[in-house]
């Protein structure tokens, strides 16, 4: 006679039994590498429950749901029906104010417009026109460290590379470039939601201001042609006219930059990756996608619409889904050997610009700048390695970063 089967777990035990306690700021290996710390989260549950409320995003929820398998996190990325964005970054939130970053935090059919207004700055073409403009920065920046032996990265081209590019097409002033990386770096990575809320005012402070100034005095910029473009037939409304350029200045300031300081490690810590690029700069643009395969840098979120079984996972109408693109670069289901870099690799499909509706917008000039990036160093520089001085340091808060990477060359 067999074994009865055991009883079915209830609601309240089946999300106790998929709790973990996961943080990445608690994990040493993430100061190493955070890619290699998030892939640990793959040894199950693929779905899980991780108490805290950290963030005002989490806020009332007791914590949220994470996803860890790239062809989950596809899944929730295609089904805006069952997975809103709503508020789901929730910068506004840390200010007491509940406006959208736009068209991120838009669900269909709404999305759809908006995302209509910001395409023509970020087609193909448009990446292409402005490939001469990139190389002549790059080939600047790296022609001013010529007499020098090593150099702090991210502040000698990890950030100003991308970053200008981004503010000249808004047409922000150079000289505050720092003072603007300093709000997206505690917008993104601060301490405490008192600093991130601190950030975010100063952001939406500036952007009023610059909005009236484009108002007064319109040019041929992203925010000028926000101001004159309708939805419907009317003009775009303040909040979501706030909520495009707060979501351009964010994302402008720091995700490129962060792929980039990443991409830059691994070829200072594998100089045979270097040496194939110098020996066949015609692998350049498929290494530019294998890096981008590996290095997913951004955390985003969803809010469930509906009660739903996920995967074995008891989510309810509200809770909070978190997405970690960065497991989804190293996840072995989908990638082979997914820690190593192999330009040669076939199928380097990734979520790294995520997939869907929220499909970044910027993917196509972000792939261009890091093929850029690598041509001109591989063209001008001698083999890269890691400075004797110095200290590389990571960040795995919301938008996995390098802070600092001393590269030391000849």
């Given at each position: 006679?067999?074994?009865?089967?055991?009883?079915?777990?209830d609601?309240?035990?089946?999300?106790?039994?998929?709790?973990?306690?996961?943080?990445?700021?608690?994990?040493?290996?993430?100061?190493?590498?955070?890619?290699?710390?998030?892939?640990?989260?793959?040894?199950?549950?693929?779905?899980?429950?991780?108490?805290?409320?950290?963030?005002?995003?989490?806020?009332?929820?007791?914590?949220?749901?994470?996803?860890?398998?790239?062809?989950?996190?596809?899944?929730?990325?295609?089904?805006?029906?069952?997975?809103?964005?709503?508020?789901?970054?929730?910068?506004?939130?840390?200010?007491?104010?509940?406006?959208?970053?736009?068209?991120?935090?838009?669900?269909?059919?709404?999305?759809?417009?908006?995302?209509?207004?910001?395409?023509?700055?970020?087609?193909?073409?448009?990446?292409?026109?402005?490939?001469?403009?990139?190389?002549?920065?790059?080939?600047?920046?790296?022609e001013?460290?010529?007499?020098?032996?090593?150099?702090e990265?991210?502040?000698?081209?990890?950030?100003?590379?991308?970053?200008?590019?981004?503010?000249?097409?808004?047409?922000?002033?150079?000289?505050?470039?720092?003072?603007?990386?300093?709000?997206?770096?505690?917008?993104?990575?601060?301490?405490?939601?008192?600093?991130?809320?601190?950030?975010?005012?100063?952001?939406?402070?500036?952007?009023?201001?610059l909005?009236?100034?484009?108002?007064?005095?319109?040019?041929?910029?992203?925010?000028?042609?926000?101001?004159?473009?309708?939805?419907?037939?009317a003009?775009?409304?303040?909040?979501?006219?706030?909520?495009?350029?707060?979501?351009l200045?964010?994302?402008?300031?720091?995700?490129?930059?962060?792929?980039?300081?990443?991409?830059?490690?691994?070829?200072?810590?594998?100089?045979?990756l270097?040496?194939?690029?110098?020996?066949?700069?015609?692998?350049?643009?498929?290494?530019?996608d294998?890096?981008?395969?590996?290095?997913?840098v951004?955390?985003?979120?969803?809010?469930?619409?509906?009660?739903?079984?996920?995967?074995?996972?008891?989510?309810?109408?509200?809770?909070?889904?978190?997405?970690?693109l960065?497991?989804?670069?190293?996840d072995?289901?989908a990638?082979g050997a997914?820690?190593?870099?192999?330009?040669?690799?076939?199928?380097?499909?990734?979520?790294?610009?995520?997939?869907?509706?929220?499909?970044?917008?910027?993917?196509?000039?972000?792939?261009?700048?890091?093929?850029?990036?690598?041509?001109?160093?591989?063209?001008?520089?001698?083999?890269?390695?890691?400075a004797?001085?110095?200290?590389?340091?990571?960040?795995?808060?919301?938008?996995?970063?390098?802070?600092?990477?001393?590269?030391?060359w000849?």
């Amino acid at each position: 006679m067999s074994a009865a089967p055991p009883p079915a777990l209830d609601e309240a035990d089946l999300r106790a039994s998929l709790a973990r306690h996961w943080s990445m700021n608690d994990d040493p290996d993430a100061a190493i590498c955070p890619f290699h710390a998030g892939a640990k989260l793959h040894d199950g549950p693929d779905v899980f429950f991780k108490a805290g409320e950290a963030h005002v995003r989490a806020s009332g929820l007791g914590g949220n749901w994470v996803v860890t398998r790239y062809a989950l996190q596809e899944e929730v990325l295609l089904d805006p029906a069952r997975f809103s964005s709503h508020l789901s970054i929730g910068f506004s939130r840390l200010i007491g104010e509940d406006w959208p970053l736009v068209p991120l935090e838009l669900d269909p059919p709404e999305h759809a417009l908006y995302r209509k207004l910001i395409a023509p700055w970020f087609t193909p073409a448009k990446a292409r026109a402005l490939q001469g403009e990139i190389s002549a920065l790059a080939v600047n920046l790296i022609e001013g460290l010529h007499g020098a032996d090593e150099c702090e990265f991210m502040e000698a081209f990890g950030r100003p590379y991308p970053v200008t590019v981004f503010m000249r097409m808004m047409d922000l002033p150079q000289s505050e470039r720092p003072t603007f990386q300093g709000w997206a770096d505690d917008l993104l990575r601060g301490a405490t939601m008192d600093l991130r809320g601190k950030a975010a005012g100063a952001i939406k402070h500036y952007l009023l201001g610059l909005i009236a100034q484009r108002r007064a005095r319109p040019g041929d910029d992203m925010v000028s042609s926000f101001i004159a473009a309708e939805i419907d037939g009317a003009a775009v409304p303040p909040d979501r006219l706030l909520g495009l350029c707060f979501m351009l200045f964010v994302g402008g300031l720091d995700t490129v930059a962060s792929s980039l300081g990443f991409i830059f490690r691994e070829l200072a810590l594998r100089p045979g990756l270097q040496a194939q690029l110098r020996a066949d700069p015609g692998l350049i643009p498929a290494a530019a996608d294998e890096f981008i395969r590996a290095f997913g840098v951004v955390t985003t979120f969803r809010y469930a619409t509906c009660d739903m079984d996920f995967h074995g996972a008891p989510i309810r109408k509200g809770d909070l889904v978190e997405l970690p693109l960065g497991l989804s670069s190293r996840d072995d289901r989908a990638h082979g050997a997914p820690h190593d870099i192999d330009f040669n690799r076939r199928g380097k499909r990734s979520l790294t610009f995520s997939t869907g509706p929220h499909t970044c917008a910027g993917l196509h000039l972000a792939r261009a700048e890091i093929r850029i990036a690598l041509e001109e160093w591989m063209r001008r520089m001698p083999c890269l390695r890691p400075a004797p001085h110095g200290k590389i340091k990571t960040a795995s808060e919301s938008v996995w970063a390098i802070e600092t990477l001393p590269l030391a060359w000849g």
